[in-house]
């Protein structure tokens, strides 16, 4: 085991049943609970929801969900406009396109760095299906791990992914991937059968935003908590406060003929009665405790300011941050999230180029000849900020001349596939000049239109 939470094993060799069945234990004793406790946070399960109940007084349990904003915010920021992964032939690229859309991959990328976000990794999982076509999807840390060489370079030793059964003995049963072959087993137990592997690499591919494995609100744990705990106890004070009781001390009230009591319900009317003979020194008012509220408000918006602050995402609900919309203020507000998304960008495109390698190999996808062509890939994140079009028209026309038609068109953030775009451009051009051609009186007989063709 790493320090990144990443299982080692010598090069060359394959899984012993006993080592397959330890990295599973480590997996689901260690490893697994954090995953699932991310989850849980996620969801909104916090654990101010299992505190054991106070025997007196008001019990309010509030959960500010704010991992949940983090992960979607910082995702859709990320991955809310969909990748341009493009090829620069045209044919291979229509391929390439037809895939995708064809697998869903965007959505599915997105999923994979959703959980990436949530569990601080997340894994891509490349199989064929029934009619032989190559398919991609992704899947939990919680149920798989990636086996890594002990080289420097790390490089995928085995993938594994398991589940268990609903029998009482809960033994895991799954599949363990090398390059060359995969191996089911049930427990220890290694079917020696082996299934022949197409790609001829291992067919999983791990996604993650940095080295640490570390997800988004992975440092915020503890001021989460703390924020969750100062809320609820802040709803119990103000809770308090409605209920609180009335006493009246040093006065004589009417006394009910039959019982001989006051004539209120002292329990139900939050009622405190001490009477006396004479009510010369009476005095009536509600039992208080001191208020804090200036102090409690000013920790829930430290808390709330730090929560944001650690994990390097913006408050888009903060007025001061929606009050000022002026570009160069904006940007540098964004900025702490843009660093952090150029990170994830570049540790994704290392991941996405190693996934098409896969994809590639097999010949469904693209021809045999073109296995290779996962190196030539180009692929452009465009970060999901609110747009002014106008703006990148003025910014694509004033680069057109200096740069590639293509590069000038990736500049708009509502063009997906700038070479798709070019051809269009191309085929209205041909068009146009044809007719042009057509209607113009130097030509020839057979290139003019005839006009009751037209009608």
Avoid at 73 to 99: C, M, V
Avoid at 241 to 266: C, H, S, V, W
Avoid at 269 to 276: N, S, V
Avoid at 389 to 400: G, H, K
Wanted: glycine share 4%; charged share 25%.
């Amino acid at each position: 085991m790493s320090s990144n939470r990443s299982f080692i094993y010598p090069k060359d060799t394959e899984l012993t049943g006993n080592d397959l069945i330890e990295f599973i234990n480590y997996n689901d004793s260690h490893l697994k609970p954090h995953y699932r406790t991310n989850m849980d946070y996620y969801l909104g399960h916090h654990p101010v929801l299992e505190q054991p109940a106070k025997q007196t007084g008001a019990d309010n349990r509030l959960v500010v969900n704010l991992p949940k904003y983090l992960v979607d915010t910082y995702n859709g920021f990320f991955s809310g406009i969909a990748p341009k992964i493009s090829l620069d032939d045209d044919k291979e690229n229509q391929k390439l396109q037809d895939w995708n859309n064809t697998n869903s991959f965007v959505d599915k990328l997105n999923e994979i760095s959703k959980q990436a976000d949530i569990y601080g990794k997340s894994y891509a999982f490349v199989y064929q299906d029934e009619d032989s076509q190559t398919r991609v999807t992704y899947c939990s840390p919680s149920h798989a791990f990636m086996v890594y060489d002990d080289t420097v370079n790390r490089e995928p030793l085995a993938f594994v992914r398991y589940h268990y059964d609903n029998s009482s003995d809960a033994t895991a049963k799954g599949t363990i991937y090398y390059a060359d072959a995969s191996y089911d087993f049930v427990g220890p137990a290694i079917n020696p059968e082996p299934t022949p592997n197409l790609y001829k690499l291992v067919p999983a591919v791990e996604f993650y935003e940095n080295e640490e494995r570390q997800g988004v609100f992975d440092g915020c744990i503890t001021l989460i908590n703390e924020l969750d705990r100062a809320l609820s106890q802040k709803a119990n004070q103000v809770e308090y406060f409605d209920n609180a009781y009335l006493y009246m001390l040093g006065i004589q009230l009417e006394k009910d003929r039959d019982t001989g009591q006051p004539m209120l319900d002292l329990k139900n009317d939050r009622f405190i009665y001490a009477p006396a003979d004479t009510a010369v020194n009476g005095k009536i008012g509600f039992v208080s405790k001191p208020d804090g509220d200036n102090m409690q408000e000013n920790l829930i918006n430290r808390l709330t300011e730090w929560i944001f602050q650690t994990a390097m995402i913006p408050n888009m609900n903060d007025q001061a941050f929606s009050g000022n919309s002026s570009g160069v203020a904006l940007q540098y507000k964004l900025l702490p999230m843009k660093n952090r998304a150029s990170n994830k960008e570049r540790k994704f495109v290392h991941s996405l180029r190693h996934l098409y390698q896969i994809i590639f190999s097999v010949g469904t996808v693209l021809p045999d000849s073109s296995k290779n062509k996962w190196q030539d890939l180009s692929f452009q994140f465009t970060r999901n900020m609110p747009a002014n079009i106008a703006d990148e028209v003025n910014s694509a026309v004033n680069a057109s001349g200096i740069v590639s038609k293509e590069t000038a068109l990736s500049l708009l953030s509502f063009i997906d596939d700038p070479k798709s775009e070019i051809n269009r451009m191309e085929k209205e051009k041909d068009e146009e000049m044809k007719r042009v051609s057509q209607l113009s009186p130097a030509a020839m007989d057979f290139q003019k239109v005839n006009s009751d063709d037209e009608k």
